[in-house]
């Protein structure tokens, strides 16, 4: 017995070892691939680019930095950090093409970005600039063509029409290769987003694309056999996307949305495995994110021979302390004021109904199937423990940023739909 242990964890071991390999390959590739796409992105001509913002941007000031649309504190929109992405679309200096990729360059400095691009797109440059070097900017590989073609407002009423069909294709997919009910989680996630809210922001409409690409991709590959061992590479490359084109918005989500799916279509599975797949699909993720991140440090060290892991580790440790406005507040304060937010857009009373109605599913579920309905949803209450997992460690940002960090909770709200609308036993 002691060879045949010797010889499973040799095999273990090794596996292991090829695993680690392919993904620091993976990574390899993908920070080459990413870096490179930005580097042509930024040899485009800058002048349409600020043309066609030229035609919106007394609307843009207009709206100031933070415009809450109807007076709600949850539908405010972050005209601040979508004039940084702007900014860092037209902006253009004599830099060469390589650090303007690494450093990403925008108008002036931090403290009024929507009047510091009005300024530059109307006046040119004033020879001032800022940039957000930690950051990939991945989102400037479609920003920077979009804007090339049309206008900011002209985004927004594009967006609105892409995000609604790119929800009709991830329904249809997942209700002809699986089941409806697959669908109804992330119809419920899409909701909470505030799709109302979302498509006027570039900021917000980041992580929207990439969670629901990686549904959707999830699901033309999951294999039918029920073979899950490579999935761990999926999740690696989603962690790397994530981490390529947001802005540290609400990367959870890819992550959560994800999972809840893997778990309505392996719940057949026997004990516990499940839940141990979740925690190994959740690490896989989490080397992407911080791996993609890293390799972003390392290559802008390596090119500008500046320390670029000082000024991203210094931000790391700010975002994740109890500091805010000046003084002290506890982890906790960070989940009670994204779940009050939260309440803005499911109010208490929606909140009971929709409970009260999901346990009574639940009920009738449970009954049918009681052996695979407990590790089922013991997987999912994990993965909807996520976003509080998530604001406990980034106190600070998710504290200072609640009005879109909330958001991340669309993971728990389409958890709790897939509890009630969980897949019955059958070969998928």
Request: aromatic share 14%.
């Amino acid at each position: 017995m002691s060879k045949d242990m010797n010889k499973s964890f040799n095999i273990n071991s090794t596996e292991i070892c090829k695993t680690v390999i392919r993904c620091l390959i993976m990574l390899l590739i993908s920070a080459l691939i990413g870096f490179i796409l930005l580097i042509f992105v930024y040899m485009l001509p800058t002048a349409p680019m600020k043309a066609n913002l030229n035609q919106d941007i007394d609307e843009i000031s207009k709206e100031g930095l933070y415009p809450a649309i109807h007076w709600k504190f949850s539908n405010t929109l972050d005209n601040f950090t979508d004039s940084l992405m702007m900014g860092a679309a037209v902006y253009d200096n004599e830099e060469t093409i390589v650090n303007k990729a690494i450093n990403a360059y925008h108008p002036s400095g931090f403290e009024n970005p929507v009047q510091d691009l009005t300024n530059y797109v109307r006046n040119g440059d004033n020879g001032e600039h800022g940039s957000y070097t930690r950051y990939w900017h991945g989102y400037l590989v479609f920003l920077k063509p979009i804007l090339s073609m049309t206008d900011y407002l002209m985004w927004r009423s594009i967006n609105r029409v892409l995000q609604i069909i790119v929800m009709v294709a991830l329904t249809l997919i997942l209700a002809k290769r699986f089941s409806w009910k697959c669908a109804v989680p992330m119809v419920a996630a899409f909701m909470f987003l505030r799709p109302n809210i979302i498509y006027y922001s570039l900021q917000y409409s980041t992580m929207f694309y990439v969670s629901m690409f990686s549904v959707m991709a999830l699901a033309l590959i999951y294999p039918k056999n029920g073979d899950n061992k490579r999935l761990v590479y999926f999740y690696f490359v989603v962690g790397i996307v994530t981490n390529y084109f947001d802005y540290l918005t609400y990367p959870a989500l890819s992550l959560g949305l994800c999972l809840i799916l893997c778990a309505m279509l392996s719940q057949s599975q026997t004990g516990f495995k499940n839940i141990v797949n979740t925690i190994i699909y959740s690490v896989s993720w989490a080397f992407g994110y911080a791996g993609m991140w890293i390799s972003k440090w390392t290559i802008a060290t390596i090119l500008t021979g500046e320390n670029k892991f000082s000024d991203a580790i210094s931000s790391i440790v700010g975002r994740s302390s109890t500091e805010a406005y000046g003084g002290t507040i506890s982890r906790t304060a960070a989940i009670v004021s994204n779940m009050q937010m939260a309440s803005e857009v499911i109010t208490p009373i929606i909140v009971m109904v929709i409970i009260i109605s999901l346990v009574i599913i639940a009920i009738l579920q449970w009954r049918r199937q009681l052996k695979l309905f407990l590790p089922y949803t013991a997987n999912i209450l994990i993965i909807a423990a996520i976003p509080f997992v998530w604001y406990l460690v980034l106190s600070n940002h998710s504290y200072i940023h609640l009005y879109f960090t909330f958001r991340t909770l669309a993971i728990t709200v389409a958890a709790l739909f897939a509890v009630a609308f969980n897949i019955e036993k059958k070969k998928i």
